[in-house]
């Protein structure tokens, strides 16, 4: 799955894979003397012509299974700013010292937040990043849950609820940007792709460049998109974070306002 990470990378190979497809295609047909015959390449072009279909279908439901997902991850980026704002905003309710702990904490975890956002394919450099959130998310719910123990009042039981409602959105981030487009679906793609490829070559009586490129180049571009889309961590199509910028910049705007 490595691949489908590097969109450029990927739509190069695509286009590759799928000309010689092509070629091979031509020159099988063409050593075979297959499209001499009318009927037989009546029979040629009707197959192509249904597998081309068959292919359409199945890119059309592939990328159906992308844009969901690429718009779950830009809600759920919104969806964990305003959990996390809605916890700033109860922790300057907290007395002293807790509100100073948790709001330095607050705008530590909002960077690490972001952090985790910004990572690319980096196994490790994910790993660590959710390693600093996870514990940032223990140093803040142990000291709140230690003051609730001792003044156990409306007051921490409200932070205390939105603090956890900031760490369920967290898991829930970290589950979206794992649920990919099965690999088993994208073998099925690739094959089908260099069927409808093939059989495009096997159609053509004569060699023309213009007909051996579209195809294949149009293939690649739909199938790039879709990893695009599926991709959260590489490619040109990247989920942006305005909302938790906005909540990163008030945070120290508001720290920089304390005395």
């Not at 000309?19 to 050593?31: D, H, I, K, T």
């Not at 705008?107 to 996870?134: C, H, K, P, T």
């Not at 803040?140 to 959105?169: F, G, H, M």
């Not at 089908?192 to 571009?221: D, E, H, N």
Request: with cysteine; proline share 5%; aromatic share 6%.
């Amino acid at each position: 799955m490595l691949l489908f990470d590097h969109p450029g990378a990927l739509f190069f190979a695509l286009v590759l894979i799928l000309l010689a497809a092509v070629e091979v295609g031509f020159r099988v047909a063409s050593r075979m003397r297959v499209n001499a015959d009318p009927h037989h390449h009546e029979q040629v072009v009707a197959a192509r012509d249904g597998i081309g279909v068959l292919l359409s279908l199945l890119l059309g439901f592939t990328l159906a299974m992308g844009l969901p997902r690429f718009d779950q991850r830009k809600q759920l980026v919104v969806e964990e700013a305003n959990a996390i704002g809605t916890t700033v905003l109860r922790a300057q309710a907290l007395p002293e010292p807790l509100r100073a702990t948790e709001l330095t904490l607050l705008r530590q975890y909002v960077d690490a937040r972001m952090e985790f956002s910004e990572i690319g394919v980096s196994e490790a450099q994910l790993q660590a990043a959710l390693l600093n959130a996870g514990q940032l998310q223990k140093e803040l719910w142990r000291a709140a849950a230690a003051e609730a123990q001792v003044r156990p009042t409306p007051t921490i039981s409200l932070y205390l609820q939105s603090l956890n409602a900031s760490i369920d959105v967290s898991e829930k981030r970290v589950s979206a940007r794992e649920n990919r487009i099965p690999g088993a679906a994208w073998f099925m793609l690739i094959v089908m792709s260099t069927l409808t490829c093939l059989t495009v070559g096997y159609s053509l009586q004569k060699r023309f460049w213009f007909v051996m490129l579209l195809t294949p180049l149009m293939i690649a571009i739909v199938l790039t998109l879709v990893a695009d889309l599926d991709s959260p961590r590489n490619g040109w199509i990247r989920v942006q974070q305005p909302s938790m910028e906005r909540l990163r910049q008030s945070l120290y705007d508001d720290a920089s306002h304390q005395p």
